[in-house]
């Protein structure tokens, strides 16, 4: 059964940073694309960051871009989220979900989901 498992959230004060982890199981995973997302108390779920199954393509938010990084590596089954300079609006829950025939924004086109982790951001 193919699994996705998010880990690193956590509190953290503003300026600081978190690395957010997504292993796979069950999964090629070499094969599959992968997104990170978050989502806020009330409000809808919002694509942060892509990368593609090779490790190339990354994209980013425009909120995010400049410090946030993405990266993979295939040889762990694992994904990885670099947030630098954290701002309170980052807080929220945040989730992995891979794909092996999309790679954009629309949450809705990944069929699989980690189980997201929070991320809190203090003044």
């Known amino acids: 059964q193919a699994q996705l498992v998010d880990s690193g959230g956590g509190l953290v004060q503003a300026g600081g940073s978190l690395r957010l982890s997504c292993v796979a199981s069950g999964l090629t995973f070499s094969l599959n694309n992968i997104g990170w997302f978050r989502q806020a108390p009330g409000k809808e779920r919002e694509f942060v960051a892509g990368?593609?199954?090779?490790?190339?393509?990354?994209s980013y938010a425009d909120h995010v871009k400049g410090r946030f990084t993405i990266s993979r590596d295939n040889a762990k089954n694992a994904a990885y989220l670099q947030m630098n300079s954290l701002v309170s609006e980052d807080t929220a829950v945040y989730y992995c979900?891979?794909?092996?025939?999309?790679?954009?924004?629309?949450?809705?086109?990944?069929?699989?989901w980690g189980q997201g982790t929070q991320v809190t951001v203090s003044l």
């Open positions: 979900a891979s794909s092996q025939d999309y790679r954009g924004t629309n949450y809705r086109s990944y069929p699989r």
């Open positions: 990368i593609g199954w090779s490790g190339g393509s990354a």
